[in-house]
Every structure is written in structure tokens, then in C-alpha cells.
């Protein structure tokens, strides 16, 4: 199932620097997507989403930008910390006006924030 | 901040028993799930329940898996008689729409 791709398995960043993540998805039946981050022996943690109708949604040090054209969308840190080292995992929705739609994941990104 | 709990948190069986994986919502929400994660793949979709009866599930999801909410506050994934390839991390999550929260998962090894 290769509807939500992230395509880098592992990301190295600097801490104090941006963290760009990326995502694509091929179902254009997805109008709603999400960031959801993990630690080890964790479950997924929400951190941010967006609609489809929006192109850009911003949370303190997390913005995710969405480009419908080109079914990508990005997750920004700014400023990224070492405690944002993590998996990340982007997650798509189809029909969000149908609550309760099931969640199609990724297989996620290795974020590693250096100090 | 309430959170959805998970247990057990390890879970080891032998192949061909029932194992029983428990989870206790948010307590407002009304949208409960089950996703699993084989190591190394993907995080998928198993079901979702909603009103007392399934509202979605996966073509993983067959005969040998159910789920069932016994009283106001659980939300259960039995598995009948469990396979080798059921040795996963078994994630329940619930929401009051979007976005879903997620428990810290059972981890289900089948021997």
C-alpha cells in the first residue's frame, strides 16, 4: 500500500536549524493529513494536521505546508531540538466531514537533532 | 491531559491460542480503532468501531480477529486462534472525529 509515502527513512539535523520533512500521497480522495511523532515503546503522538482547503498550518515551532497539485505536503521544525529526535510519521484521511475515517500512514522518517 | 491506555504491554503466546488485547479509550470519544505495526513495515489499518458494531474494517481483518466494547469504558481485539505472522505492535487509538489518539501499544509475539 504505497497511498502515503515518506520518502527519506532518516533525516541528521543540527540543533537550532529546520527540520524539513516530506510526505507525497497518491489518493485524491485525502482531504485531511496529519504529523503524528514517535518515541520508542511510545504510541503515535498528534503534533499538527491540516485540511485540504488550507495550504499552510502553523503550531509554535511546527508548520505544515500541504501542495494539493503536487500531493506533497512538508513538516517545518523551527528551531529543531534534541529532544525532537523521534519518528515522524505523516497520515492521511479521506472524506474528514465522515468522522471517525480511518488513518493510512506512511512508513515514517528517523529524525536525529545533533546539539 | 487523558490519554488512551494499553494492556498488556508485552504480550507472548503460542501459535494457534486466543489472546485477548485490551485498551481503555478517552473517555468522551466515540471512535475507536485498532492499527497494527509488523517490525519494519508500516503502521496499518485493522478497524474501526463506532455506536457498538464495526464501521470500517481491512481485508486483515478477517474471521479470526473481532472486537468487542464488554462495558462503558474497554474496547477489546480478540484474536482466535493467533498465527506467526500476528507478531506485531498492536496500537488502539480513539477520537471524537479527528485528530486520532493513540495508545502506547501491545506488543504481540507469537511463538
Known amino acids: 500500500d504505497q497511498q502515503v509515502k515518506q520518502n527519506s527513512p532518516s533525516l541528521s539535523v543540527q540543533e537550532g536549524r529546520i527540520s524539513i520533512l516530506n510526505c507525497d500521497y497518491t489518493n485524491s480522495m485525502f482531504d485531511y493529513f496529519l504529523w503524528y511523532k514517535k518515541y520508542p515503546a511510545e504510541g503515535p503522538t498528534f503534533l499538527i494536521s491540516i485540511s485540504s482547503i488550507k495550504d499552510k498550518n502553523e503550531d509554535g515551532r511546527f508548520t505544515v505546508f500541504l501542495n494539493k497539485s503536487a500531493k506533497h505536503l512538508s513538516l517545518h521544525i523551527v528551531p529543531s531540538q534534541p529532544g525532537d529526535s523521534a519518528v515522524y510519521f505523516c497520515a492521511a484521511s479521506a472524506n474528514i466531514k465522515a468522522a471517525g475515517n480511518k488513518l493510512t500512514f506512511g512508513g515514517g522518517t528517523r529524525v536525529l537533532v545533533k546539539p | 491531559e487523558p490519554e488512551v491506555t494499553q494492556t498488556p504491554s508485552h504480550q507472548v503466546t503460542q501459535m494457534g491460542q486466543e489472546v485477548i488485547l485490551r485498551c481503555v479509550p478517552i473517555s468522551n470519544h466515540l471512535y475507536f480503532y485498532w492499527y497494527r505495526q509488523i517490525l519494519g513495515q508500516k503502521v496499518e489499518f485493522l478497524v474501526s468501531?463506532?455506536?457498538?458494531?464495526?464501521?470500517?474494517k481491512s481485508e486483515i481483518f478477517d474471521d479470526q480477529f473481532s472486537v468487542e466494547r464488554p462495558d462503558g469504558s474497554n474496547f477489546t481485539l480478540k484474536i482466535r486462534s493467533t498465527k506467526l505472522e500476528d507478531s506485531a505492535m498492536y496500537f488502539c487509538a480513539s477520537s471524537d472525529g479527528q485528530p486520532q489518539h493513540f495508545g502506547d501499544g501491545t506488543r504481540l509475539s507469537i511463538l
Open positions: 468501531f463506532y455506536n457498538n458494531e464495526i464501521s470500517e
